[in-house]
C-alpha cells in the first residue's frame, strides 16, 4: 500500500513525481485552493487562469495536468477538482476557501490524484490542510484511491506483484502541510493506515474469485488476521453447527461441496464499558440455490460475502486502533449452490433460536445465515449489534448503486448510525419497518415465511432480521446491495469491484461507543 509520509517542506524544493494541488469551482472560474501558494506564485499568480485556458473548472472529480514551472524540482502539477469553493461567513466566496474545505471533497480529490499517478514513486500532495481531520482525510483517499487488485493479471511468475497494467500504485505520498513531530497529525495518518489498510483487504477478498475464496478459506484467512492482531477467534464448522443446531447457515450452505463456517472474532479492551456486536452476510458465491439467478446476475456473485468482509475489517482495524470498547464479528460464511442436497422451496428450516421458517425462495439465503448468526450475537447480550449485508436487490431499485439502507429497532439508533455513516464519506440512507408488512411472512406450516411482500422487498428483508435479535438488544440493519460492488468506471477513491462499503461506518460507531457518545 502506498506509504504516507508528513512534510513540512516547501513545494519548490521537493523531490517528487508531481504535485498535487486543489482546485475549486468558485463564482467566476476557477479557484486555486490553499496549500498551492507556493506553486501559484512560481506561475506569478496566475495558475487559475491558465487552468482555465485547460479547460478545468474545478468540479468535483476533475483532473488537469500541466508542466510544473521552472525551478521546480517535481516535472509535473497535478490540479484536482475539489468541487464548489466553501463561503465565507457572509455566504460569499472566499478569497482564502472560506471556513474549510469538507472532508469528503478532499477524499474524494485525493483518490483521483492517487489512482492517476499510478506508477510513480513519489508525489506531494499539497491540498488544503487545516485541521488533522483534513490530513486524515486526504491520507484516505490517497490509500484507497490508489487500490488495484492484480492477483489473477498477467503470468503466474509477475501473479500478485501488485501491478495494474505494467503500472504499480502509487508508491509514496508526501502530505505538505503536515506536521512530522505533531501527535494529532501523526495520529491522524495512523489512523488512516489502519483502518484502509483494512478496508482494502476486505476489498481484496470481496473481489477474490469464489474458486479461491470458499467458506473455510475466508475461515482461515479471519484466523491468522486474528492471531496477528491479539484477537479471540472461535469458528464453527459443519459439524460444529450441526451439533449447535444452527439450521439457517446449514440450510443455505447444504447444496454446495464447500461446507458452511460461522466465524466469531472478539476484540476485548480491559477498560472496555461497552460492548458491540457486529454481524456479516457471507455468501462466498450466491447462484440463487434452486430458485436459480436468470442469466446476467450471477456474473459478480462472489461479492455477496461484502457484508462478512466489512464486519472482519472493522473488528481488525477496532483493534489496530486500540479502541475502548469490546467488539464481537461474527462472520456467517456460505455457498448457496444448487445440487441434490440443496436446501428446496417448500423445505422448513429450524433455526438456532428455535423458530422455524418455511422456505418459499431460496434465493433469499442471506436473511436465513444471518438469523442464526443475530441471534448468536443476541446470545452475549451486547449494548448494540449491527448487520451488515448485501440482501435486497429492491434496496438498490429504491436507493441505487451508491447509498446504503438503515434499518433499525430504535430511531436514535438508526440516526446515529446514518450520522456515522454520512461523516465518514458513506451514503446512507433512514429506512422504516412498517408493522403491516410482517403479516406478508406468515406461514402456514411454520413460524415465518422467508418471504412476504414484493413491494418493500427490503424493508420485509429488514422485518424478517428483527424476529431474530434478542428482546431489549438495540439493532440496526445495513443493507449494502448497491455501494458494495462497483460495476462501473472508478470514481473519486471507489475503484471498480470490491468498494469496502460500510467499514468506515462500522469502526466510526466503535470510535464513538468507545468515546461514550454513542449511547
Request: glycine content about 14%; proline content about 5%.
Amino acid at each position: 500500500m502506498t506509504a504516507l509520509t508528513l512534510s513540512t517542506a516547501a513545494a519548490p524544493g521537493l523531490r517528487a513525481d508531481a504535485i498535487v494541488i486543489g482546485v475549486a469551482k468558485g463564482a467566476q472560474g476557477p479557484v486555486v485552493a490553499p496549500g498551492a501558494e507556493a506553486v501559484d506564485k512560481a506561475y506569478d499568480g496566475k495558475l487559475a487562469g491558465v487552468l482555465e485556458t485547460l479547460g478545468a473548472s474545478g468540479a468535483e472529480g476533475e483532473l488537469t495536468k500541466l508542466p510544473a514551472p521552472a525551478g521546480f524540482k517535481a516535472p509535473l502539477v497535478v490540479a484536482v477538482g475539489l468541487g464548489a469553493q466553501p463561503a465565507d461567513k457572509d455566504g460569499e466566496d472566499g478569497e482564502d476557501g472560506g471556513p474549510g474545505y469538507d472532508a469528503e471533497a478532499l477524499r474524494k480529490a485525493a483518490g483521483v490524484a492517487a489512482r492517476a499517478l499510478a506508477g510513480s514513486k513519489k508525489a506531494a500532495f499539497a491540498l488544503p490542510v487545516d485541521s488533522p481531520g483534513a490530513i486524515g482525510a486526504i491520507g484516505e483517499g490517497i490509500l484507497l484511491g490508489a487500490y488495484s487488485f492484480d492477483t489473477y493479471k498477467g503470468d503466474a511468475q509477475n501473479a500478485g506483484n501488485g501491478k495494474a497494467n505494467g503500472k504499480a500504485p502509487l508508491a509514496e505520498a508526501a502530505l505538505l502541510g503536515g506536521k512530522p513531530r505533531d501527535a494529532a497529525h501523526k495520529g491522524a495518518v495512523a489512523r488512516a493506515v489502519a483502518v484502509c489498510e483494512e478496508l482494502n483487504r476486505a476489498r481484496d477478498l470481496i473481489n477474490t474469485p469464489p474458486n479461491d475464496l470458499t467458506p473455510a478459506s475466508f475461515a482461515g484467512i479471519a484466523q491468522a488476521a486474528a492471531k496477528e492482531h491479539g484477537i479471540k477467534v472461535q469458528v464453527l464448522d459443519d459439524k460444529a453447527l450441526v451439533k449447535g443446531g444452527y439450521g439457517g447457515i446449514l440450510g443455505v450452505g447444504g447444496g454446495s461441496a464447500a461446507t458452511p463456517r460461522l466465524v466469531k472474532l472478539s476484540y476485548t479492551h480491559p477498560k472496555a464499558a461497552k460492548h458491540l456486536a457486529f454481524v456479516g452476510k457471507g455468501i462466498t458465491y450466491d447462484s440463487g440455490g434452486i430458485s436459480l439467478k436468470p442469466a446476467g446476475h450471477n456474473e459478480t456473485m462472489k461479492c455477496d460475502m461484502s457484508g462478512a468482509a466489512a464486519v472482519f475489517a472493522a473488528v481488525v482495524a477496532a483493534a489496530r486502533l486500540g479502541l475502548q470498547v469490546n467488539v464481537t464479528g461474527w462472520l456467517a460464511l456460505a455457498e448457496n449452490m444448487p445440487s441434490g442436497s440443496a436446501v428446496r422451496p417448500g423445505d422448513v428450516l429450524r433455526m438456532y433460536s428455535g423458530k422455524t421458517v418455511e422456505v418459499l425462495n431460496t434465493d433469499a439465503e442471506g436473511r436465513l445465515v444471518l438469523g442464526d448468526a443475530l441471534w448468536a450475537a443476541s446470545q452475549e447480550n451486547p449494548d448494540a449489534i449491527v448487520d451488515v449485508a448485501t440482501l435486497t436487490g429492491a434496496m438498490m431499485l429504491a436507493l441505487g448503486s451508491r447509498t446504503f439502507g438503515v434499518m433499525a429497532n430504535d430511531d436514535a439508533f438508526r440516526s446515529a448510525v446514518h450520522e456515522a455513516a454520512e461523516e465518514v464519506g458513506e451514503p446512507a440512507w433512514p429506512m422504516p419497518l412498517p408493522e403491516h408488512l410482517r403479516k406478508g411472512m406468515e406461514s402456514s406450516v411454520a413460524d415465518i415465511a422467508n418471504m412476504g411482500e414484493r413491494m418493500g422487498g427490503g424493508l420485509v428483508a429488514g422485518l424478517f432480521l428483527r424476529e431474530f435479535v434478542g428482546e431489549g438488544i438495540t439493532w440496526a440493519h445495513l443493507d449494502i446491495a448497491g455501494p458494495a460492488f462497483n460495476e462501473g468506471g472508478p470514481f473519486g477513491y471507489t475503484p471498480k469491484g470490491g468498494t469496502g462499503s460500510a467499514v468506515r461506518t462500522l469502526v466510526r460507531l466503535a470510535e464513538l461507543t468507545a468515546a461514550g457518545d454513542l449511547g
